[in-house]
């Protein structure tokens, strides 16, 4: 399983949400996708938390090239996002 977490932040806070919404719901419909979420922090409202798990290294990269990635991604450079930190992980599924 794939993991990426982290942060970013937006300057453009409507506009990224709407963008958002449209990246999460296309993006939890594809093969592969275990989850798939994006949110604004409660006390930090420019505070993007990004959370998505992917069965394989391929499907993550599948993600890359849809359109609805790319759409995201020209969409992206409009927000003012700044102060990205985001992680990739590779793990075996343990319950705690």
């Given amino acids: 399983m794939?993991?990426?977490?982290?942060?970013?932040?937006?300057?453009?806070?409507?506009?990224a949400e709407e963008a958002i919404r449209a990246l999460v719901a296309a993006s939890?419909?594809?093969?592969g996708c275990i989850e798939y979420s994006l949110c604004f922090d409660l006390l930090d409202p420019n505070l993007v938390w990004i959370n998505e798990r992917w069965e394989t290294m391929e499907a993550l990269g599948a993600h890359s090239k849809t359109e609805h990635y790319k759409a995201w991604g020209a969409?992206?450079?409009?927000?003012?996002?700044?102060?990205?930190?985001?992680?990739?992980?590779?793990?075996?599924p343990k319950d705690l």
């Fill in 2 to 15: 794939i993991h990426i977490a982290g942060t970013v932040r937006v300057r453009e806070v409507a506009a």
């Fill in 75 to 92: 969409k992206a450079a409009g927000l003012g996002i700044s102060d990205s930190s985001i992680r990739l992980y590779t793990e075996e």
């Fill in 28 to 31: 939890r419909a594809e093969d």
